[in-house]
């Protein structure tokens, strides 16, 4: 039986956005980095209120 795992369409309607761990951007050195910086296993669960804009006063 496969272990439980998680998908783009658990997010949908849950009121939570996927966060980077790591801004995309710093992991734009190449192609690889950037493509892996958006895999499910590289986020953090975030609520929708401070994923869009607050965090990026603290940039």
């Not at 690889?32 to 607050?54: E, G, M, R, V, Y």
């Amino acid at each position: 039986m496969p272990k439980p795992r998680v998908v783009d369409r658990d997010y949908l309607n849950s009121g939570y956005h996927r966060g980077h761990l790591c801004h995309s951007v710093d992991n734009s050195r190449d192609a690889t980095a950037q493509k892996q910086s958006f895999l499910l296993t590289k986020n953090c669960s975030q609520d929708h209120k401070l994923n869009p804009k607050p965090w990026a006063l603290f940039i």
